[in-house]
């Protein structure tokens, strides 16, 4: 599981951001102010820093320094209100790797997340399975396990989306004849292979389960 430092003094957006997260499996730190933040980073690895920059005691901006100073490269996305060039030219010298201006679409950001931690952590264990995400290459005990396009597809939406319901319409997409029967098929041929615990979610779709 992905671990997230929020540091966002917000409380309803923090609240929000919260939930959205933990629904798509992250674990979630949150920060109302930039020395509360600091002490966590001291405590814990993050896997990701998401920070507002105007924040009491110790700024977003500042608070990233710091921790560049200290030699630690965690991948850093600001959420801010400001928009001016001059602050986001400050935010880019102190490295960091996103800007994303508020108002901001909470699918957009999900995108953006995701798509920064598989670069930064490709590989996703789940039971005996080691799944390579850039290449959506499968391994058990180091053997690599082969299987058709249509159920490595399946696969592959299911691992990106753990925890998240994804609707049968998607799953038909990466089908040459898709129905229901021909998904429910695929998806317990992966259960029994994988040891995956996948939910039928009734009408709607499947979702992955956390171990």
């Given at each position: 599981m992905s671990k997230i430092l929020l540091l966002e003094d917000d409380y309803l957006l923090a609240t929000s951001l919260q939930k959205l997260l933990l629904n798509e499996g992250?674990?979630?730190?949150?920060?109302s102010d930039g020395e509360e933040a600091l002490a966590f980073t001291y405590a814990e690895k993050f896997d990701l820093y998401l920070l507002d920059i105007n924040v009491p005691l110790l700024n977003g901006i500042d608070f990233l320094k710091l921790l560049r100073e200290s030699d630690d490269a965690t991948p850093a996305f600001f959420l801010t209100a400001l928009k001016d060039i001059k602050t986001?030219?400050?935010a880019f010298d102190v490295v960091c790797d996103d800007y994303i201006k508020k108002p901001f679409d909470f699918d957009e950001l999900l995108i953006r997340i995701k798509a920064h931690i598989v670069k930064k952590n490709p590989f996703l264990i789940y039971?005996?399975?080691?799944?390579?995400?850039l290449h959506k290459r499968i391994f058990i005990e180091d053997k690599e396990i082969d299987l058709g396009y249509?159920?490595?597809e399946i696969l592959d939406l299911l691992v990106r989306n753990m925890c998240q319901t994804i609707d049968k319409t998607t799953f038909f997409e990466v089908m040459?004849?898709?129905?229901?029967?021909?998904l429910r098929v695929h998806i317990t041929k992966l259960k029994k292979k994988f040891g995956l615990h996948v939910k039928n979610i009734k009408g709607i779709g499947y979702r992955l389960e956390k171990i």
């Open positions: 992250f674990e979630v730190k949150h920060a986001i030219s400050k039971g005996d399975m080691h799944y390579d995400m249509v159920e490595k040459e004849r898709p129905t229901d029967l021909a």
